[in-house]
T-cell receptor, first 110, second 112 residues
Framework: GQNIDQPTEMTATEGAIVQINCTYQ??????LFWYQQHAGEAPTFLSY????GLEEKGRFSSFLSRSKGYSYLLLKELQMKDSASYLC???????????FGTGTRLLVSP | DAGVIQSPRHEVTEMGQEVTLRCKPI?????LFWYRQTMMRGLELLIY????????DSGMPEDRFSAKMPNASFSTLKIQPSEPRDSAVYFC??????????FGNGTRLTVT
């Protein structure tokens, strides 16, 4: 089975940096994904890590430690439009299922 | 690329009625997934197909739920009979091989 934990909610200020953590316990692992979901919309792909280390993509970075079962999503220079839910998801071996955590709701205030 | 297309966007029905949700995946994608999203449980995987064949339906809640994929460009999720606890947003998603999932805009189902 798979267990994925994320904080339920976080708040931050426009222009700041925020780190959203994700821990997982899985029977198999073949990559970790981060998705962004605005209220009432579909999740959209943000980043993917399969090897340990940091992946940077503009204002967003994602880190993975497979030995610790840990990932984080780092958002820099926060903007109001970054207010959304951020979903951590783990893919099992063989490129099959993608299992999601319950998501972290981020509120960015002026 | 039109993206994953789901219909209807909203469905309101009475308890006991049959509900059919529809999905057209992105052309060329060989995997199709059905997820259900609620505030309490987040995104739950219900079933997924590879090349139109159901691979894992262990997430389907009970026999009232069924899904089909008669061809590469169409899938349905049926609930019969529907119950109030089935109220949720149902997402269809597709991908090609190991690429990231692309989600449709979802169907918001309300069962009264």
């Amino acid at each position: 089975g798979q267990n994925i934990d994320q904080p339920t909610e976080m708040t931050a200020t426009e222009g700041a940096i925020v780190q959203i953590n994700c821990t997982y316990q899985t029977s198999g692992f073949n990559g970790l994904f981060w998705y962004q979901q605005h209220a009432g919309e579909a999740p959209t792909f943000l980043s993917y890590n399969v090897l340990d280390g940091l992946e940077e993509k503009g204002r967003f970075s994602s880190f993975l430690s497979r030995s610790k079962g840990y990932s984080y999503l780092l958002l820099k220079e926060l903007q109001m439009k970054d207010s959304a839910s951020y979903l951590c998801a783990v893919r099992d071996t063989g490129f099959q299922k993608l299992v999601f955590g319950t998501g972290t709701r981020l509120l960015v205030s002026p | 690329d039109a993206g994953v297309i789901q219909s209807p966007r909203h469905e309101v029905t009475e308890m006991g009625q049959e509900v059919t949700l529809r999905c057209k995946p992105i052309s060329g994608h060989d995997y199709l997934f059905w997820y259900r999203q609620t505030m309490m449980r987040g995104l739950e995987l219900l079933i997924y197909f590879n090349n139109n064949v159901p691979i894992d339906d262990s997430g389907m809640p009970e026999d009232r739920f069924s899904a089909k994929m008669p061809n590469a460009s169409f899938s349905t999720l049926k609930i019969q009979p529907s119950e109030p606890r089935d109220s949720a947003v149902y997402f269809c998603a597709s991908r090609k091989g190991g690429s990231p999932l692309h989600f449709g805009n979802g169907t918001r189902l309300t069962v009264t």
